[in-house]
């Protein structure tokens, strides 16, 4: 038994999301597929996207498979972890602008 809840050999599981509900697996790989192929951006670009929402989701599997996919595009270690940084910052930004809510509950019981 794993001493991990994530296993790494269950991304390869990941096909199989259709078993129980086949229709609507296909079309989540169907737009998977064309969300995360070239268009007006690389696939480069895309993939480091992808492995920066990974992080930001904190999802194993896709830090994984995004990782090994932007190295298998030529993305360098440095490269990746810029758009891990990009992801961070979007996130602390989030997080910093629902701020709003307490100033302006704080600004009103100030009154």
Known sequence: MSNQYYDPKDLADFPKITDYATETG???????GKATAAGA????EKSLIALAVSTV????????????????????????????HVGATMAAGDILAHATQMRKIVKKKEM
């Not at 296909?26 to 998977?32: G, L, V």
């Not at 996919?69 to 440095?78: A, E, F, I, M, R």
Request: charge should be negative.
């Open 26 to 32: 296909d079309k989540f790989f169907e737009y998977y």
């Open 57 to 84: 989701r904190h999802c194993p599997y896709c830090i994984d498979a995004y990782t090994n996919k932007c190295l298998s595009l030529g993305v360098t270690g440095d490269e990746m972890m810029e758009a891990i």
């Open 41 to 44: 951006l690389s696939e480069r």
